[in-house]
């Protein structure tokens, strides 16, 4: 069946480092993916999209890199701070006539000082 | 604007009782939703709605009634609480229910323990 999860439930960084977190899909047709951020306490937050005509795409010091050909994605915090503790998902919204999203179930990045 | 309200944040049940957790938007969006986070499990979908009137099954509705009698407003009844139902619940909503968007917009969560 279909799953998107990550490589790794728990990931330390030292602070200013970059930090990559992994995820990898199973179905061949996924063609988007989302990257959600949680902090302790409060709700997912969206990120960052991708969309599969694409390899890699660009924001705030986050960049988000697609390997279709491993069907394998990962989100890179450039320069990590304090605020980026939290736990990072990646998601791949409801295709066709779904409506549910399949979320993976999550990376808790710390951020050493 | 307030974005996804969700009520209460806390809650205690004995098993048995049951509660309505609360959830409004004020993004007139059409499609809200019900997931459950569990450690380990990631979130899983309860139940869905694409629009007033119109609800449907997520991947774990057992235990679990809703209704959207208004685009505003998609209460969450537990109609008898058991432990299993222990958990962190967040209503999340997003525009257009028949297109693909990553922007789901999540309240800040629920927490229910049921002794």
């Known amino acids: 069946g279909e799953s998107v999860g990550l490589h790794l439930p728990t990931l330390s960084v030292q602070e200013g480092d970059n930090s990559i977190i992994n995820c990898a899909y199973s179905?061949?047709?996924?063609?988007?993916f989302i990257w959600y951020k949680q902090e302790s306490g409060k709700g997912p937050q969206f990120i960052i999209d991708?969309?599969?005509?694409?390899d890699k795409r660009q924001g705030q010091r986050v960049t988000v890199l697609l390997n279709k050909t491993v069907k394998h994605l990962s989100l890179q915090i450039a320069a990590t701070q304090p605020g980026d503790s939290a736990v990072y998902f990646c998601a791949e919204p409801p295709r066709g006539d779904g409506q549910n999203f399949v979320f993976g179930p999550g990376t808790r990045l710390s951020v050493l000082p | 604007n307030a974005g996804v309200t969700q009520t209460p944040k806390f809650q205690v049940l004995k098993t048995g009782q049951s509660m309505t957790l609360q959830c409004a938007q004020d993004m007139n969006h059409e499609y809200m939703s019900w997931y459950r986070q569990d450690p380990g499990m990631g979130l899983r979908l309860i139940h869905y709605?694409?629009?007033?009137?119109?609800?449907d099954q997520g991947e774990v509705p057992n235990g679990y009634n809703v209704s959207r009698s208004t685009t505003e407003d998609f209460p969450l009844r537990l109609l008898s609480a058991a432990p299993s139902q222990t958990s962190v619940y967040f209503c999340?909503?997003?525009?257009?229910?028949?297109?693909?968007?990553?922007?789901?917009?999540f309240g800040e969560g629920s927490r229910l323990t049921v002794l």
């Open positions: 179905n061949s047709a996924s063609d988007y």
């Open positions: 991708i969309r599969s005509n694409m």
């Open positions: 999340a909503s997003r525009a257009w229910a028949g297109e693909r968007t990553g922007e789901l917009f």
């Open positions: 709605s694409v629009g007033a009137g119109i609800t």
